[in-house]
């Protein structure tokens, strides 16, 4: 029997994070669910969510599968604008009262859909994409436009004079028929004679933009017909005779031979378009074939134009912009949108002009894979420009060399992607978790919950994966699918150093954290016991309004050991858990020994909150609390005894385990073990026959 000198206490406090291993030697906890780690270090449940507009009888229903939440203080926070995406339709919050307003219809609501809903802030405007449909961008009333312009205008027809047919040229000159009216336009100098000097032949094209009211640019409109006018000498001087001043003009100058057009733009352009720029080349035979602006018509309808402009009247050169593509990723970078996996073109990347999100150059475009491979996501971070591929990740330097920064690592979940408060850059790679340094530096940060990882999460699902930063905590937080689901329900949560999870019954297809003074954490999902089906929930609170699906709190420790080999057998007589005060109520605990997860010894009675020592103070209960009446206080901390009894026990584990709406707060353990005296501990190791 083992004597009072080889009794001893381990004192653990309790690791705020799991580690996956079979025996773990420094962190205690291998499963913690439904705990978060308080500013004092104690695990505690998880509280909430509840919903963010209660049952009132007003109009708050939202119809369809949910897809996505954005919240953005547009105007420096004036415009408070929370928009949620919901089957084929966007909503937008106009408060309790009012409730939802749609904003968007006829948006796709395939399920087969490759890349989740994403939304970002560019130039005071929320810019939106589903990569399937066209783009939006909303502004700070509410109003929905196209991110510039999906469809290219119509050709231009263009009129002007016509050559004077053969037969009618002994009695019309040149540039007689068509439209044919005198002008500006025209290039003058000399031939034939090389003293009186002609209007040269020449041609002219014109092409059409459109002009939203953001100042986005369409693509141009292919050219116009080709208008022309033909060589015409001029002839201003009379033959003279001896009563005539030979220096009196009686015929035509160059002047006169100069002429106008008339151009017509047919068919009406998009509602969002506000203006129509008109584009004219200078004479194509003798100055350049590059068009320049003409004039911008504030209209979007059918139109003609009188052309009076001469050559050196004409203004900027034409932009060359390409149709706004559908994109699957996006973000902002030093004021301009970068889109990239664009339809018909996975591997490009592309960028806006600066404060124009819907208006891309045609060459401005780069391959950050020599291959092609997809872009899986975008990122601005400490100053770089990122792409992601599944299996690499690049930096675009000056948008066009692509500098690789990571091979074999790569990004499968373009919201995945965030910023820690550490100032380090966190995404969701196939093999798990990397952040970057801002010096560049990559590393694999899921190592402790590598089991999870590689066997019990969706792996076919990933690429919808969401995440969001705690306001409270600054925690980082990723939705992913279980193995086996096909609902998001599982979430990971990483403090830097640590991991954990929650599982709270709801299945969440988008977060996001509000850009007020209120610092929640909101969710849209689907909660298939309530009334409601689809739902807003605000995360980390509760109302009575709303109760929570029934859920389980585990804390399940890795498997401990006497010694650093585990070869030393022992008696485990007595555990000790630090509690804080949290809920009149019991939970239970289990425990395993030699690596066998069937129980030894379980208990469902233990309580979780202290006893009462005559002050009263586990009475007031909060649900029972009256304002004015009633008094707060600090949780105490005190210990539970527990009695384990386990004999002879190479290694050991325990699990602690309770369903809401009881709730627990863990702040530390304590173990009262002996050695088992049976001469050398290691003298029980078995040999090779040992049965």
Known sequence: MAGPAQTQDIQLIV?????????????????????????????????????????RGVPVEIFGDMRGIFHAGLEAGIADTLLVRAGTKLYLHKGAIRGWVEIATGLSNDHRALY???????????????????????????????????????????EGPRPTPPDQRRSHYSNDFGYSW??????????????????????WYYYVQWEDVFGNLSQPSAPSNLVKVSTLQSDPFSSGDDTTDPAVVTGSELDDLTRQFFVRIEG????????????????????????????????????????????????????????????????????????????GDPGVVRRSFVGLPGTFAAQDAVY??????????????????????????????????????????????????KALPSGKLMWLARDGFYTMAPSGQVELVSNPINKTIRNFINKSRLRSAVSVIDP??????????????????????????????????????????????????????????????????????????????????VYRSGWLRGDKTGLTPIHIRTMYIGLRDAWNGDFSIRFYRNGSWSE????????????????????????NAIIGTAKTRDPRLFFRQIPVGLETTSTWAFEISATSPTRLEIASFVFDITTASQGNPRSRTPFRSDI
């Open 15 to 55: 690791p705020p994070g799991e580690a996956q291993v079979l025996y773990s030697a420094a962190t205690l906890a291998q499963k913690i669910q439904n705990l978060e780690l308080t500013q004092d270090g104690t695990l505690r449940s998880v509280i909430g969510p509840a919903v963010y507009e209660p049952y």
């Open 116 to 158: 989740p809903d994403q939304f970002l802030v560019l130039n005071n405007k929320i810019i939106y994409t589903n990569g399937i449909d066209g783009a939006l961008v909303i502004n700070h009333e509410g109003y929905a436009f196209p991110l510039g312009f999906r469809n290219v205008p119509g050709v231009p027809f263009s």
């Open 182 to 203: 005198p002008g500006k336009i025209g290039t003058v100098g000399d031939i034939l004679d090389g003293q009186t000097g002609a209007l040269l032949s020449g041609g």
């Open 268 to 343: 009406d352009g998009p509602e969002h378009c506000v203006a129509i720029r008109l584009y004219r080349t200078p004479d194509v035979k003798h100055v350049s074939t590059i068009p320049q602006l003409l004039v911008r018509i504030p209209n979007n309808r059918q139109i003609t134009y009188p052309d009076n402009i001469p050559d050196s009247g004409l203004g900027i050169p034409m932009p060359e912009i390409i149709a706004v593509p559908v994109f699957r990723v996006m973000c902002t970078h030093q004021g301009r949108l970068v889109i990239g996996n664009v339809a």
């Open 368 to 417: 950050p894979d020599s291959g092609g491979s997809e872009i899986t996501g975008l990122a601005s971070h400490a100053g770089k420009l990122l792409a992601f591929t599944e299996n690499s990740v690049y930096e675009l330097v000056d948008f066009s060399v692509p500098v690789p920064l990571a091979q074999g690592i790569g990004c499968v979940a373009p919201r995945s992607i």
């Open 472 to 553: 409270e905590s600054l925690e980082y937080r990723c939705v992913v699918c279980e193995a086996g689901q096909s609902s998001q329900k599982l979430i990971l949560t990483y403090d830097g150093r640590h991991w954990k999870r929650q599982l709270l019954g709801i299945h969440i297809a988008d977060v996001c954290q509000t850009e007020d003074y209120r610092q929640y954490v909101l969710a849209v999902g689907r909660d298939s016991s309530a009334e409601r089906k689809n739902e807003v929930f605000v995360m980390g609170r509760e109302t009575s309004a709303y109760e929570p699906p029934e859920r389980q709190i």
């Open 600 to 623: 030894v010894v379980s208990m469902s009675d233990v309580r979780a909150i202290g006893p009462d020592d005559g002050s009263s103070i586990v009475t007031d209960i909060a649900g």
